[in-house]
């Protein structure tokens, strides 16, 4: 094997996994799959052990041999403990404080910490914030170029009176980014230079109008591979043996989700619901968009969906009752024990704590995904800062695709049920699940070979559960009556009452044309649109029909919740 | 991590770490009790007190440090006073005392304003376990180092406790009732088994219970007594009269065979207990050391 005949991709995440890409009469296919623990900590201390081992299971041949990989390109991304994590601070919160927000989640950080000059919190506070909190990389904004230096030179001397320590040892300075107003830079260097490794950038936010996020994603990227990488345990060689710099893992994923997006021009909606964090990502109208809730997980944030949603919120998903002492018992040992296997019970719970935590996910990311704030155009000086005003990107009644990862989207069925029950899309929407978890190396191997990256990621990981219907509205009686016309010429007619889930046979990957018309209380489009015709596609699933209305009320009994889960249950043949 | 991990006839390092730097007052390879003071020092006071200079002496901002008897740095005692406006010849005098005994931090000329800060905090970090000094941290503080067992839980609540074990429970799966708790409990650490009532660990704070170790707690008890949820797992800090480690989580959960054994086996002795668990972050969990 040569170079470029070849690809070893690695995601060093919880687990290690390594997947092994071959050039065959021209074409890339994956040749195997090798996992294994991750190396991080102690004994070990060194994750290129678990690559090894993970390269081991893949092949009869050596593929890295004493010195590193032998003939073939190695891509490795990390998500785990050489994750990055970042604080950021601007001006104004909701202006240049987004922006930075924005430009550090694109690039796959987990945000530990942001701070604004505006911040209700005194100034005292902000340094013992900092300073308990340990990041790898502090990410500065604030000013547009040419405009006021004095309140990000005040943020600058908040930060430098923290003296921030860098998450892996105290050895090395804090890499801080200035990616603010370009005529402050001089002042903020004099600040920052003596405690941290300072350097600046293109401003995230040049004019109130404009967001240029390209910049200080760069230098992310670059801080995150000259400061952190080679403080972590067996980074230092690593960082020798790969062919593209190490990338964070949700930075792979942003970049492979966002150019499936443009590939099929549709706007793309990705739910993430992790151990310890929930990520969202999404391109709509080719602006990407990620957005993580670092407190809201499954494993790890358990207890704190239980804080926020409430115990009514977790038990209202669950297919029985379960006695509130009980339920909670089982949120707390999902956080402190962290089973890998669960209980039946444990399984419930986990899948309702799911559905709330992407809900709560996507209602972050509506906030975060927004148009530039503080832009304006013909309203008040007053209407400014209004939050209010500003409209979100994310659009459920204009998403085309919906793709669910995570160790939370099992089998089709529940896949299915958990992106409607979570996400609520409206109107056409295609659902994905992540079969294969190997989204990340599709993102890694695009920079190399994009159409193996893109084969990887629409032939081997992406499973499509099937085109859905979701009916806007609330209504009673017949909720949407369709018709649909299969390639063959036949034809399926069919009604769905108020309240029902039905999922019609259509076969994977087969198109069909559709008519449908919503009943009394519903609609199919915008602005109440009430007729719809369209070009669907089928998947494991069939097409779906979700005609609970919008937004989705989860009724008391728990029979009807049986009646949802088993209309999106895969049929067994002749059903 | 399902099971509690017990460990014996190991050996077990603790490190003691001033938070910010001082003085180490133990020498290498003193042997030390487990209430020898290891390391001492004074870390900034985050109590922060604005004062409206000018508004108390009903002058303008711009005028108020012709009216200031202290500087930035100086310290300041409670009721001292810190600036005096006298008019009409002194029969009306206006008078601002410190709120609070401190340092002048910060004086604005512009604004009228005075921050002070109160006086730093006088810590120390003592060794927690008996043993021997094996590793000094200049200015900071030592590892102390003891040979004996150590069983690690799943979660707790409360800092670092010590105390003769008492083993309460019959059996791994007997729960822990308030009856069981008497007052020759005071300073001990009790071990009870599978789960522990509400009302017996109200009954441990009020008679004086160092520390509290069972195999499982039920988290809405846990929440109530708390007066808070646990969010995400980061603990330590609490203040509930007792520390409390749950070996295997939340629930009734049995204990462990072997962890119950080794409880047996070290009742009546010292038992060094800490709840502090830490899951998102650094992974820590709360543990009893019982010295040989």
Known sequence: MSGKEAYLIVDIGESTRAVLVRRLNGTYRLAGIGEAETTIEAPELDVTIGIRRAAEK????????????????????????????????????????????????????????????????????????????????????????????????????????????????DNYRLPVIFAGNVEAREDIAVTLTEEYAMRAVGNVRPSIEREN?????????????????????????????????????????????????????????????????????????????????????????ALNILKKTGIDGISRWLPKHMDERTLRNIIGNLMVRRPSNYLDEEGMVFSALARESIKLGVEEHKRLA???????????????????????????GDTQVLIGMGSAFTDPGESAALLLDSVEPIYITELYVDRSGLVPHAGMLLGEAPEAAFNLFTGETLQRLGTCLCVDGNGGGDAVSLMLTRQDGSAILETVKSGEIKTLPLLDGENCKIEATAGKGFSLGKDKGKRINATVMGGSLGFIVDARGRPLRVPDDKATLAKWSKALAPKAAGE | ?????????????????????????????????????????????????????????????????????????????????????????????????????????????????????????????????????????????AIVECKGA???????????????????????????????????????????????????????????????????????????????????????????????????????????????????????????????????????????????
């Open chain 1, 58 to 169: 893949l092949d009869g041949e050596t593929l890295i041999g004493k010195d590193g990989p032998e003939g073939l390109c190695l891509l490795c991304a990390s998500g785990d403990g050489g994750g990055l994590y970042m604080m950021v601070a601007g001006v104004i919160g909701m202006i240049s404080g987004e922006s930075a927000q924005r430009a550090a989640l694109g690039a796959g950080a987990h945000l530990i910490g942001t701070f604004s000059v505006d911040d209700p919190r005194p100034d005292y506070r902000l340094v013992e914030i900092m300073r308990a909190t340990r990041p790898d990389i502090f990410l500065l904004a604030g000013g547009t170029d040419g405009g006021a230096i004095q309140q990000v030179k005040k943020m600058a001397e908040v930060i430098k009176e923290a003296d921030v320590k860098p998450r892996f040892g």
């Open chain 1, 213 to 301: 996020l390209g910049p200080a994603k760069e230098a992310i990227y670059d801080s995150y591979m000259e400061h952190v990488i080679s403080h972590s345990p067996g980074y230092e060689s690593l960082a020798k043996w790969v062919t593209r710099p190490i990338l964070p893992t949700q930075a792979a994923i942003g970049k492979i989700l966002f150019d499936y997006a443009e590939r099929r021009r549709v706007n793309l909606l990705a739910v993430n619901a992790g151990g310890s964090t929930t990520d969202i990502y999404s391109v709509y109208r080719g602006v990407f968009n990620r957005s993580l809730d670092a407190d809201v997980g499954l494993e790890y944030g």
């Open chain 1, 370 to 396: 927004s148009r530039l704030k503080g832009v304006q155009i013909q309203r008040t000086i007053a209407d400014t800062f209004i939050q209010s005003v500003e409209s979100t990107y994310l659009d459920l």
């Open chain 2, 1 to 141: 991590m399902t099971d509690p991990a017990v460990e014996r006839n190991v050996v077990i390092c603790k490190v003691r770490r001033l938070p910010a730097p001082g003085e180490v007052l133990v020498r290498l390879g003193e042997m030390v009790k487990v209430d020898t003071p290891i390391a001492r020092g004074r870390v900034r006071n985050t109590e922060l007190v604005e004062v409206r200079v000018d508004q108390k002496l009903g002058v303008d901002a711009m005028d108020v440090a012709h009216y200031m008897l202290k500087r930035e740095g100086d310290e300041v005692k409670k009721d001292e006073v810190i600036a005096l406006r006298r008019s009409f010849f002194g029969s009306s005098t206006k008078i601002l005392r410190a709120p609070l005994d401190g340092t002048i931090e910060a004086f604005s000329r512009t604004s009228g304003k005075l921050l002070i800060r109160g006086l730093p905090i006088q810590i120390e970090v003592n060794a927690h376990i008996p043993g021997r000094v094996t590793e000094l941290f200049p200015l900071e503080g």
């Open chain 2, 150 to 292: 150590i069983a690690r839980g799943a979660v707790g609540v409360g800092g670092e406790a010590r105390g003769p074990l008492e083993v309460l429970a019959n059996g791994p799966g007997d729960v822990l009732t308030e009856d069981s708790i008497t007052k020759s409990h005071i300073g001990k650490v009790v071990l009870g088994g599978a789960t522990v009532t509400p009302e017996a660990q109200i009954k441990a704070r009020s008679v004086g219970v160092a520390a509290l170790v069972v195999g499982g707690v039920d988290e809405k008890d846990l929440s109530g007594l708390l007066g808070h949820e646990l969010n995400l797992g980061d603990t330590g800090m609490e203040r509930i009269g007792f520390t409390l480690v749950s070996l295997s989580g939340f629930g009734t959960q049995p204990l462990d065979e072997d962890a119950f054994r080794l409880f047996k086996e070290y009742e009546g002795r010292l038992a060094c207990v800490d709840g502090t668990t830490q899951i998102r972050t650094r992974m820590l969990r709360p543990e009893v050391i019982l010295p040989d």
